[in-house]
Nanobody, 126 residues
Framework: QVQLVESGGGLVQAGGSLRLSCAASGRSFSTYIMGWFRQAPGKEREFVASITQAGGRTYYADSVNGRFTISRDNAKNTVYLQMNSLKPEDTAAYYC???????????????????WGQGTQVSVSL
C-alpha cells in the first residue's frame, strides 16, 4: 500500500505558476505509475497527467499539454506537477493517485488507480 499527501495548491492570477507536490509513504513507490487528476465543482474527476515508474514516459490531457509538466523523484518518494500559464478553467481540487504497473488500459482511466491523496485546491483568478 501507499499513502499520498498533496501540497502546493493556492490562489494564483491567470498566467501564473504553481508547483504541486505529492509525497508518498509506504512501500515500493518506484513501482507505481503515478497520476494527477482534478475535479472542479459539479464536474467529473478528470485526468491531467501521468508518469511511468522510472519517469521515462509521460502523458497529458490535451487541455494542459504544453503548460503542465509531471515529474518524479523516486529517491524522495515524491511526484510533482509544475503548472505554468494557468487559466481560470484550471481551477479545481487536484489529486495525485497511484496505480499498479501491471494493470493494462489507458493512463487516463481513474478506475485503474487504487490509491488517492486527499487533494489540494488550486484557484486561478482573472
Amino acid at each position: 500500500q501507499v499513502q499520498l499527501v498533496e501540497s502546493g495548491g493556492g490562489l494564483v492570477q491567470a498566467g501564473g505558476s504553481l508547483r504541486l507536490s505529492c509525497a508518498a509513504s509506504g512501500r515500493s513507490f518506484s513501482t507505481y505509475i503515478m497520476g494527477w487528476f482534478r475535479q472542479a465543482p459539479g464536474k467529473e474527476r478528470e485526468f491531467v497527467a501521468s508518469i511511468t515508474q522510472a519517469g521515462g514516459r509521460t502523458y497529458y490531457a490535451d487541455s494542459v499539454n504544453g503548460r503542465f509538466t509531471i515529474s518524479r523523484d523516486n529517491a524522495k518518494n515524491t511526484v510533482y506537477l509544475q503548472m505554468n500559464s494557468l487559466k481560470p478553467e484550471d481551477t479545481a481540487a487536484y489529486y495525485c493517485a497511484a496505480r499498479n504497473y501491471w494493470l493494462s488500459g489507458s493512463h487516463e482511466d481513474k478506475t485503474k488507480y487504487a490509491y488517492w491523496g486527499q487533494g489540494t485546491q488550486v484557484s486561478v483568478s482573472l
